[in-house]
Nanobody
C-alpha cells in the first residue's frame, strides 16, 4: 500500500513562494495520478492541482498561473511550486494518490484512495 508524506509548508508573506513536496512509498508511483488538495479552517477540502501518469496537469482557477505541479518518478515525489502566494492560500495542503490506474486527473477528492498527513501553509498579508 502506498504511503504519502508531505513537506515544505511554512509561514511566508504575501508574494512569496514555497515548494511543497510529497514523497511516496512503493514501486508503482509512476502509475498513479497524483493530486494536491487544501483545506482552510471552516472550509471544505478543495482541489488545487493534479498530474496524471502521463504528466498531464490541471489546476483550480484560483491558483492557475501561480502554482505548478510536477513529478519525478525516479524519486517517487510530486511537487507543488507555489508563487505569488496570497493570504487566501492559507490552508493545510494534502497530497493524494489515485491508484485506480484510470487515465487523466480527477478533481473529486473521493477519487483518491491514499492521503498524506498534510502540511500547513500560512500566508500573512
Amino acid at each position: 500500500q502506498v504511503q504519502l508524506a508531505e513537506s515544505g509548508g511554512g509561514v511566508v508573506q504575501a508574494g512569496d513562494s514555497l515548494r511543497l513536496s510529497c514523497a511516496a512509498s512503493g514501486r508503482t508511483f509512476s502509475s498513479y495520478a497524483m493530486g494536491w488538495f487544501r483545506q482552510a479552517p471552516g472550509k471544505e477540502r478543495e482541489f488545487v492541482s493534479g498530474i496524471s501518469r502521463t504528466t498531464y496537469s490541471t489546476y483550480a482557477d484560483s491558483v492557475k498561473g501561480r502554482f505548478t505541479i510536477s513529478r519525478d518518478n525516479a524519486k517517487n515525489t510530486v511537487y507543488l511550486q507555489m508563487t505569488t502566494l496570497k493570504p487566501e492560500d492559507t490552508a493545510v495542503y494534502y497530497c493524494a494518490a489515485d491508484v485506480s490506474g484510470r487515465g487523466g486527473v480527477r478533481v473529486d477528492s473521493r477519487s483518491y484512495e491514499t492521503w498524506g498527513q498534510g502540511t500547513q501553509v500560512t500566508v500573512s498579508s
